[in-house]
């Protein structure tokens, strides 16, 4: 069974920055899509910004302070945080959809406080 694994998570101030990784335990066949999502208390699972082929797609409220990427040599897909809000506090999960199955992480804090 493949198990993706977020890092990078914590706790930062209004306006500074967070990088989280996620590592995939093993290669994964057809891939379709990686992406981030996002559930902060009381609210829906969102999507945060996803990869598809050679085209990315972003939550109108990350874009331009967002950016995610992927190094498939390593099994990994990153999402690079800047100019990080209050509003951007959640727990954030990393998702592989790929032919067969579709594959969350076990999610990630990010906390943005003064």
């Known amino acids: 069974q493949v198990q993706l694994v977020e890092s990078g998570g914590g706790l930062v101030q209004p306006g500074g920055s967070l990088r989280l990784s996620c590592a995939a335990s093993r290669s994964i066949f057809g891939i379709n899509a990686m992406g981030w999502y996002r559930q902060a208390p009381g609210k829906q699972r969102e999507l945060v910004a996803i990869t598809r082929g050679g085209t990315t797609n972003y939550a109108d409220s990350v874009k331009g302070r967002f950016t995610i990427s992927r190094d498939n040599a390593k099994k990994e897909v990153y999402l690079q945080m800047n100019s990080l809000k209050p509003e951007d506090t959640a727990v954030y999960y990393c998702?592989?959809?790929?032919?067969?199955?579709?594959?969350w992480g076990q999610g990630i804090q990010v906390t943005v406080s003064s």
């Open positions: 998702n592989v959809a790929a032919t067969f199955s579709s594959y």
